[in-house]
């Protein structure tokens, strides 16, 4: 049996169009084996990235503190490099786009 798709496999899956995809690098930051959080590659914009993360209780800001300083460390600690296909074409492409 097939597991279910995650959110962002549902969100960002390649469609049955053969649009053309663009590879994007970025870190993944996973939390007990599971994604948490997708990062830019380059090290100054994951930083602000790990910023942005609303860790509420102290052990969550431990744990932000501690991706940072993996990061900086260059560690791969819970992090590691992953491809994202996106469609320059697809509407939530565009609308994340027009956000930056």
Excluded: C, H
């Excluded at 996973?30 to 914009?45: I, N």
């Excluded at 990235?49 to 209780?57: I, K």
């Amino acid at each position: 049996m097939n597991a279910p798709l995650s959110f962002w496999q549902q969100l960002l899956a390649p469609d049955a169009s053969n649009l053309p995809r663009v590879a994007v690098m970025m870190k993944l930051l996973s939390k007990r084996g599971q994604p948490l959080l997708l990062l830019p590659q380059q090290l100054s914009l994951a930083r602000v990235g790990l910023e942005l993360y609303p860790a509420q209780t102290p052990r969550s800001r431990l744990m932000r503190s501690s991706a940072a300083w993996a990061l900086t460390a260059r560690l791969p600690l819970g992090i590691k490099p992953v491809e994202v296909k996106l469609s320059p074409d697809d509407p939530f492409v565009r609308w994340l786009a027009s956000q930056a």
